[in-house]
């Protein structure tokens, strides 16, 4: 068991944190003010081949291990969560059920575009009554010659309002909610497909959030992922995956928050003495430390277990849950060490609070993660 990295996942770290640090750094509080998407950013985000982390070099990819990929959303995440999540949602489950469930067509006609940043994808499972319940989705695919037609409204998209491909869960057999389910690869500029709301979101600001709406959006029967019936099974995979990208984010947010309190208790003055020399702070510092590190640990953990191909739903419902609830300790402790001034915008702590809270909420909730571990013990 081998806890270093090896001296490409170590580049690969050291490239992606110059880069937020110099790119994103210098604008992150200003894009999560004004909620605006830096496509500036994200054109150059396109030559490090973060939109294709993992996609296969055949296809245009960088073709990196799972940890290399989780390395870069946490180093993003840790400049600018919403920047991390825009990567980690597109690699984790667009890109992914595409290049595993695709057929060798599909393969070739959607996996160079992404790869290489040409669309941004989107996940579309959630809707106004289905959200933990996946099996309530009422978007509908329905054959007709050899098109399918969808009708239906996806709400809390993430990458919804830039995505030029989006993973479409609808039922393809309405009767049957559980085996009835599908998911349709759709291209956003389709008659039919349109933009709906712009969430105004607490956090993740810079991410534009929305809501797709279908009417009528008819593509072909090949862009069918998987079979009919399977948008369940590739649903629940897809899951798994995303959430090392998003706890992989969430330790990037915690690592964010330690760094900004340990800076700031060293500034701060308070009875003639910096603020972090005092017990009191010190131990939040401890605890907050070693939890990220726990976080960390994790997360690569499950990542390791995907790239050596065994099973691996328990570990990323695992570091999903602990990783997520840990960003969450660390910007509280994080705020409290700043007093009065993390509760203004005069810090970055308040952001991170902000950004945090999201990751025990999307790609499934916290207790429903607990709620997956538990099925696993008990099998």
């Known amino acids: 068991m081998d806890f270093d990295p090896t001296m490409k996942q ?12 110099a790119e994103i750094g210098p604008i992150a509080a200003a894009i999560d003010q004004e909620a605006r998407f830096p496509w500036d950013v994200v054109e150059k985000m396109k030559g490090l081949q973060y939109f294709g982390l993992q996609v296969p070099r055949q296809y245009g990819g960088a073709g990196l ?3 290399s990929g989780c390395i870069v959303i946490e180093e993003l995440s840790r400049v600018c969560a919403a920047m991390g999540l825009t990567i980690a949602v597109h690699n984790g489950v667009a890109v992914h059920p595409i290049a595993v469930f695709g057929t060798d067509h599909q393969k070739k006609r ?12 989107a996940f579309c499972l959630t809707e106004p009554n289905a959200g933990s319940d996946a099996t309530n989705v009422e978007t509908t ?4 010659g050899g098109d399918l037609v969808l009708n239906g409204h996806k709400i809390f998209v993430t990458n919804g309002e830039v995505a ?3 993973l479409i869960f609808a039922a393809t057999n309405p009767q049957d909610k559980k085996r009835g389910m599908s998911v349709v690869v759709v291209e956003t500029d389709r008659p039919g497909f349109s933009l709906g709301v712009k969430e105004d979101h607490c956090g993740m600001r810079a991410n534009p959030v929305g809501s797709l709406i279908m009417q009528d959006c008819r593509v072909p029967k090949d862009h069918l992922l998987g079979r009919p019936g399977d948008g369940y099974k590739i ?11 998003i ?11 330690l760094e900004a309190s340990i800076k700031y208790a060293k500034e701060r003055r308070q009875f003639n003495s910096p603020i972090a020399q005092f017990q009191a702070l010190q131990t939040f510092l401890a605890d907050m430390s070693t939890e990220v590190e726990a976080a960390r640990l994790l997360t690569y953990q499950a990542a390791h277990r995907k790239d050596k191909g065994h099973v691996y739903t328990s570990e990323a419902a695992m570091c999903k849950v602990f990783a997520s609830e840990t960003a969450m300790r660390a910007a509280v402790k994080g705020v409290q060490i700043h007093g009065g001034y993390g509760y203004t915008k005069s810090y970055p702590i308040e952001r991170y609070y902000r950004d945090a809270k999201a990751t025990e909420i999307y790609e499934g909730t916290s207790e429903i993660q607990r709620l997956v571990i538990a099925r696993q013990l008990l099998r």
């Open 65 to 67: 291990d799972t940890i």
């Open 141 to 144: 695919a329905i054959e007709d």
């Open 10 to 21: 170590a580049v690969v770290r050291r490239t992606a944190r110059s880069f937020a640090e």
């Open 235 to 245: 649903g629940l995979q897809t899951l798994d995956n995303g959430r090392i990208g």
């Open 164 to 166: 030029g491909l989006a």
């Open 110 to 121: 959607f996996l160079p575009a992404l790869a290489r940043g040409g669309q941004i994808g």
């Open 247 to 257: 706890a992989a984010q969430a330790v990037g947010i915690a690592q964010a928050c």
